[in-house]
Nanobody, 124 residues
């Protein structure tokens, strides 16, 4: 599966952005999907994931602010980010994992394909 992430940009603290990740090449509904991010000088970290069944998971720092969703008809996964903070600044990557129906994968090692990343910059 090939992934194309978009929607990043520059936003002030407290603002919102919606990231999109379009998949092609394979059956999208066969994949659990995830979002990861990497800030300058830091390791890539898990942000959120959604299973094939629609079950979701979030890292603690974004709970209540970010919402992941998927539209299988459009082969797209979204990350709605509200109440953004400067510490959310990072390159955001979407990823796809061939997992069983209800599994939500937090580990990057579970993911088979990665998008190119989209930069989110939150100014204070």
């Amino acid at each position: 599966v090939q992934l194309q992430a978009s929607g990043g940009g520059l936003v002030q603290a407290g603002g919102s952005l919606r990231l999109s990740c379009a998949a092609s090449g394979r059956t999208f509904s066969d994949y659990g999907m995830g979002w990861f991010r990497q800030a300058p000088g830091k390791e890539r970290e898990f942000v959120s994931a959604i299973s094939r069944s629609g079950k979701t998971d979030y890292t603690d720092s974004v709970k209540g602010r970010f919402t992941i969703s998927r539209d299988n008809a459009k082969n797209t996964v979204y990350l709605q980010m509200n109440s953004l903070k400067p510490e959310d600044t990072a390159v955001y990557y979407c990823a796809a994992a061939q997992v069983v129906w209800g599994l939500v994968a937090r580990s990057a090692r579970a993911y088979d394909a990665w998008g190119q990343g989209t930069l989110v910059t939150v100014s204070s």
